[in-house]
C-alpha cells in the first residue's frame, strides 16, 4: 500500500485547487474562465474551504453486503465502500485509514455494513468480528450427500429444494454418467462461501474439490466410479483407528476376488434410507431389490454410500497386504477391529462383540442398538 505517493499528490492537488481560486477571484470579469474553472474544480475547491464534507455524519441506514478478497488493500476497500454507496468518498475512508498509528488489516470475508455512513462509522463496523458474515460449513468424511447438503442449506440459508434441483443431473457438475447420483462426488471438508453463493455454485466448488483430491492421489480417469464406491464403503465400515483404512479395503478386494459377497451392513442400511447407522435387520439384508444391499448383491454396491476423506480414497488405491476375509469391532467405544481369515475366527471375534455389546447396554449404554 503506497499511502505516502497517494496523500502527496492529495495535497499537490489541493494547492492547486486554491491558486486556482484566487486566479479566478483576481479575474472577477473572466466570467467564462469562472465558470469553466467551477465546473472543472468546484467540488474539490468546496472541500478544500471546508464548504462541503467528503464524508457522512453518522452510523448511515439499510444494510449493504461488501465482500474483501484476498489480495486486496486498503484503497481497494475504499473504492469498493464508496460504489457501494457505504462511503461518500474513497478518499473520507483512505484518509482515515492513513491516520491510524497501526496498519490496518481486512479480515477476508462479507461485512455487513449500512448506506451512508460515516468513514469511522465504516472503519469501526469492520473491525467488529460481529459484521463478518460466517458462512462455513464442515462436513464430516463419512457423511451421506443429501445429509451434508442439508446441512449446508440451513447455514448459507439456501432451501434445500435449489440444491436438490441443483443436483437433479450430476453430469452437469462433471460427475461420471456412471454414478447413479451426486454421492460420493462430494468432498468432506470446511467450507467458507459467500452471500452471492448459489446451490449450483456451493455443489460445484464441492464436486471440484473431489476432483482435486483424485488427481492428487492418482486416481486415472474412468476409474473414479470404483475408487469412490470403495472408498465409501471403507469410510463407513471404519472406526477411529486410520490403519485398519487399508486393512478393510483389502478385506473387500479379497471377498470380491473370491467370488464371496462383500455382506456390509452400511451399505445394506444405506440402501435403505438410513443414513446413520450400519446396523440392518435379517429382513432387510435380505432384500435383493435394494441395490445397496451387499449381502444379496455380488460386488461392490451399485454406487458409493457416503463422502469418503483422503484416508478412505488412498486405502481403496493402496490397501494392505493380508489374507484377510473378515473383520469386526469389538469395542464400539474404541474402535477395536478384529481381522480374521477364516470363519472360526470371526466367529470367535463377533462373540467377542456380543460380549461388549451385552456389558455395554446393562450399562446403559445404546452404541449396540
Not at 453430469?171 to 460420493?184: D, L, R, W, Y
Not at 483407528?241 to 476376488?257: G, Q, T
Amino acid at each position: 500500500m503506497n499511502a505516502r505517493t497517494r496523500e502527496d499528490r492529495r495535497q499537490t492537488g489541493r494547492r492547486v485547487i486554491i491558486s486556482l481560486l484566487v486566479t479566478v477571484l483576481l479575474l472577477g470579469g473572466l466570467a467564462g474562465a469562472g465558470a469553466y474553472l467551477w465546473s472543472h474544480y468546484g467540488s474539490g475547491i468546496s472541500k478544500a474551504l471546508g464548504w462541503t464534507s467528503d464524508d457522512y455524519e453518522g452510523e448511515g441506514h439499510g444494510e449493504v453486503l461488501i465482500t474483501v478478497t484476498s489480495g486486496q488493500i486498503g484503497s481497494d476497500v475504499a473504492d469498493a465502500l464508496a460504489e457501494a454507496g457505504v462511503v461518500k468518498t474513497p478518499e473520507a475512508f483512505y484518509d482515515l485509514l492513513l491516520e491510524q498509528d497501526d496498519e490496518v488489516q481486512f479480515q477476508v470475508g462479507t461485512y455487513r455494513l449500512k448506506l451512508e455512513m460515516s468513514a469511522q462509522s465504516a472503519l469501526d463496523a469492520m473491525l467488529d468480528p460481529a459484521n463478518v458474515m460466517e458462512l462455513t460449513v464442515t462436513i464430516p468424511e463419512g457423511m451421506a450427500a443429501m445429509d451434508a447438503l442439508q446441512t449446508t442449506a440451513d447455514v448459507v440459508g439456501i432451501p434445500m429444494a435449489d440444491f436438490e434441483a441443483a443436483i437433479a443431473d450430476p453430469t452437469k457438475f462433471g460427475v461420471p454418467a456412471q454414478f447413479p447420483s451426486i454421492e460420493g462426488f462430494l468432498f468432506p471438508a470446511t467450507y467458507t462461501f459467500e452471500p452471492g453463493d448459489t446451490a449450483e455454485t456451493i455443489v460445484q466448488t464441492m464436486v471440484d474439490r473431489m476432483k482435486q483430491a483424485l488427481a492428487e492421489h492418482g486416481v486415472p480417469e474412468g476409474d473414479e466410479w470404483r475408487v469412490l464406491t470403495l472408498a465409501s464403503v471403507v469410510q463407513r465400515e471404519a472406526g477411529a483407528n486410520l490403519d485398519d483404512f487399508p486393512k478393510i479395503a483389502r478385506v473387500f478386494l479379497n471377498r470380491i476376488d473370491q467370488g464371496m459377497l462383500l455382506q456390509s451392513d452400511a451399505t445394506v442400511a444405506y440402501g435403505t434410507g438410513n443414513t446413520h447407522t450400519v446396523w440392518t435387520t435379517e429382513e432387510e439384508r435380505a432384500n435383493a431389490s435394494n441395490l445397496y444391499n451387499t449381502y444379496a448383491n455380488p460386488g461392490l454396491p451399485v454406487g458409493p454410500i457416503g463422502l469418503p476423506g483422503d484416508v478412505a480414497i488412498d486405502a481403496a488405491i493402496h490397501p494392505a497386504d493380508g489374507t484377510w476375509l473378515f473383520f469386526v469391532p469389538i469395542n464400539l467405544e474404541t474402535g477395536e477391529t478384529v481381522f480374521s481369515t477364516t470363519n472360526e475366527e470371526h466367529d470367535a471375534a463377533v462373540a467377542k462383540l456380543g460380549e461388549w455389546c451385552t456389558a455395554h447396554r446393562d450399562a446403559g449404554g445404546t452404541r449396540c442398538d
